[in-house]
């Protein structure tokens, strides 16, 4: 690594690149909110006023303030906008490529999109790169980039300044480490964002990993930050029977938005209020609780996860996720197997590493560097010839000596063992007040948090003994969209091959639910899913697309309960499969399944799994929703009493809006009953002077709805 150049000006920054890098521009930045908008927005209007350079741009997840397809829509977002959001620029390539007005010398390649958002869009759909995310620095490589920019956060002035790849150390150096490895060039720019978390661990690195470091101010907004989302109850559902699948003392993966909050509450729950979780998850299996988990977290748990989240976090803050983990197979085995005790430093930890043959005996100087490195010896410890040496006490430095091991045992050993990490993670995105935690987050606890790269986090393979010695007892919680009778599941992409979101990392661990002994997977997904031709059900007999095949099939679970297929014979699957459909769609499942030569002819659906249906679900979780245990919003919420509301009335007017025969109903009752809004709503949507008849009408549908 070389000393970089420092650049207080964005445009300054720009013009070297240009002028550093001939030809063509290939830009990789990183997924989600590790992208300097500011730099990249510079360097895309330069090169699009130029069409004798084209420009590439190889990333994923590109965020876009949002934006509202109606008038009444656009009207209630942009207050809400301004104050979530604040600063943020908006990637100009995000909004030309929505609106279709990409230049023709730029092209953007991404390998997992915002879900749905490029659903119709052909130029996006074409340039989508499938891949999972251990394969991304790789294949990112291959685009023959030779330009890496990413926001950075900063500590410190001059020789003293250390830099942090914060939100996103997941895929930046293994992609330099490749392109540098294949004998090509590629610049690389840091561009400070002095609101984005200074992590540590993993993500902290030397400013001599960049080429250019800049520090306009300009380069500084406010980091991309997405409100929490209402858990509904059928999320709720699905989150508490995930959540009797963790085990106490085990690892712990789970992904974004509200699936992942109510896992996060729902184990929350657990933990403070067991009876009245026990009983939440009796009220929805029928009192039949075998093989679920129900107890607290006495030991606490570990989070491995390709994306560290809010919900993740909100377990660290109610000491759920706190076993700590070690950078070394052989303690954490020693660990693992009780042979020492906990954290605290005791004569037994150090008589385990030396039974183990973890360290020696003489101790040499990589014995002593591994000891202080954890925390066994105190640092101040030194060898002297064959002796250890703490300040006045001195002994043999073989430990075989029992004067030796003494003394080293009173004197010498440190109190608690050191670099333990709760939490792995990949990439970071979360509300505005996620990131104001980890920016406040005193040292000792920040430094539990380790991001680091996928190539850790998202596979077994590289330090194979070492993750599965932390990894033990992982529960692996994913998302989709759809789930085969047979056991395939569709993630990514719909039956036409339009992509709605990516692979992303779901088969990385998914594999490793199956390689670790004592895994799982638990795949999780909404039994029922709106379309414009009505309610369709998630569960189907086939689907055109597979992310997930059915030889890897393992839990599934709806908001109707559990269906455990690992090792099942294919007729078993699709019965337990059906029996969390939602009842709506039982019957034909069943004839289809019958149909193909998967279901005996005879089969029937048990009559207690036949009342699969949202009211009764209702029903069993609102008492708990009422006395506080399942809030619509478990963390908290950017949007006011009043947004909710609104908020909550033009889903249900979009919605029937898409089902004539349900908007035609709604009509009738809101001029039947002649409600009106409250002034400020109406101000809020634009409608408050409103006199034409459809601006009427919409005023009398919102009042109806509020």
């Not at 990413?150 to 939100?167: K, Y």
């Not at 300009?218 to 508490?240: C, E, M």
């Not at 377990?315 to 954490?332: F, K, S, T």
């Not at 050993?413 to 333990?420: D, F, I, N, Q």
Request: with cysteine; hydrophobic share 40%; aromatic share 6%.
């Amino acid at each position: 690594m070389g000393a970089p150049k420092f650049v207080d000006s964005i445009e300054a920054a720009v013009d070297l690149v240009l002028d550093t890098v001939e030809g063509d521009i290939v830009l990789g930045i990183p997924l989600g909110v590790g992208k300097p908008n500011p730099f990249v927005n510079a360097l895309y209007r330069r090169l699009r006023d130029d069409p004798s350079r084209r420009l590439r741009i190889v990333t994923a997840l590109s965020l876009q303030k949002p934006v509202g397809k109606s008038d009444i829509e656009r009207h209630f977002l942009e207050p809400l906008v301004a104050r979530v959001f604040e600063d943020y620029p908006d990637l100009d390539y995000v909004v030309d490529l929505r609106a279709g007005r990409l230049p023709s010398n730029v092209e953007v390649r991404e390998f997992f999109m915002k879900t749905g958002d490029y659903l119709g869009n052909a130029t996006a759909q074409q340039n989508y790169i499938s891949t999972n995310y251990t394969f991304v620095a790789r294949d990112m490589a291959v685009q023959g980039m030779n330009v890496i920019a990413q926001a950075v956060a900063a500590r410190g002035t001059g020789a003293a300044m250390r830099l942090s790849l914060s939100s996103n150390p997941d895929v930046s150096a293994e992609i330099i480490e490749r392109v540098h490895a294949s004998g090509r060039k590629v610049m690389t720019v840091g561009v400070v964002n002095q609101k984005m978390p200074f992590m540590p661990n993993g993500a902290e690195v030397d400013p001599g990993l960049f080429d250019l470091v800049v520090t306009d101010p300009r380069g500084t907004h406010a980091v991309f930050a997405p409100p929490n989302n209402k858990v509904s109850f059928a999320d709720y559902a699905i989150g508490l029977h995930a959540s009797s699948f963790v085990v106490d003392g085990g690892t712990l993966q789970i992904g974004i938005g509200s699936l992942g909050d109510a896992i996060a509450q729902a184990l929350i729950v657990r933990d403070r209020h067991g009876s009245e979780y026990r009983r939440i998850l009796e009220s929805l299996t029928g009192g039949d609780l075998s093989g679920r988990e129900t107890g607290r977290f006495d030991t606490g748990l570990y989070g491995c996860s390709e994306m560290f989240v809010n919900g993740f976090l909100k377990l660290i803050e109610a000491g759920i996720v706190r076993r700590e983990v070690y950078a070394d197979a052989v303690l954490q085995r020693l660990l693992n197997e009780g042979r020492i005790a906990d954290a605290t430093v005791r004569p037994q930890t150090l008589a385990a590493l030396l039974e183990a043959g973890r360290v020696r005996a003489p101790l040499d100087a990589r014995d002593l560097a591994f000891l202080q490195r954890f925390g066994v010896l105190r640092a101040e410890v030194r060898l002297d010839g064959s002796d250890l040496v703490c300040g006045e006490r001195r002994c043999s430095a073989d430990l075989r000596d029992a004067a030796a091991l003494d003394t080293v045992c009173t004197a010498m050993l440190g109190p608690r063992l050191l670099g333990g990490v709760f939490m792995h993670g990949g990439f970071f995105i979360g509300p505005r007040d996620f990131y104001e935690r980890l920016r406040t987050m005193p040292p000792q606890e920040l430094a539990k948090i380790d991001m680091t790269r996928i190539d850790f986090i998202n596979q077994l393979y590289g330090d194979d003994e070492l993750k599965r010695q932390q990894r033990r007892r992982a529960r692996f919680m994913n998302t989709t969209m759809v789930v085969t009778l047979l056991g395939a599941a569709a993630s990514d992409a719909l039956e036409n091959g339009q992509v709605v979101s990516g692979v992303g990392g779901q088969y990385n661990f998914v594999a490793m639910s199956h390689a670790l002994p004592d895994a799982r997977l638990v795949m999780m997904l909404r039994s029922t899913h709106a379309t414009k031709q009505g309610l369709t059900s998630s569960i189907v007999w086939s689907y055109g697309n597979v992310t997930i095949p059915r030889h890897l099939r393992d839990i599934v679970v709806t908001e109707y309960g559990v269906a455990d297929l690992r090792g099942q014979s294919d007729g078993e699957v699709v019965k337990r499969l059906i029996a969390v459909a939602d009842s709506r769609f039982q019957d034909e499942l069943v004839r289809q399944a019958q149909a193909h030569g998967k279901l005996e002819a005879g089969y029937a659906v048990p009559e207690h799994q036949r009342h699969n249906l949202p009211q009764r679900l209702e029903d069993q979780l609102q008492p708990w929703a009422t006395a506080g245990l399942l809030p619509e919003f478990p963390f908290g919420t950017d949007l006011t009493d009043d947004e909710i509301r609104i908020v909550r009335a033009l889903k249900k007017l979009k919605h029937a809006s898409e089902h004539p025969a349900e908007l035609l109903q709604m009509t009738l009752k809101s001029l039947w009953e002649g409600r009106e809004a409250p002034r400020p709503y109406l101000e809020r949507l634009g409608l408050a002077d409103a006199h034409g008849l459809r601006d009427l009408l919409v005023r009398r549908l919102l009042a109806n709805n509020l």
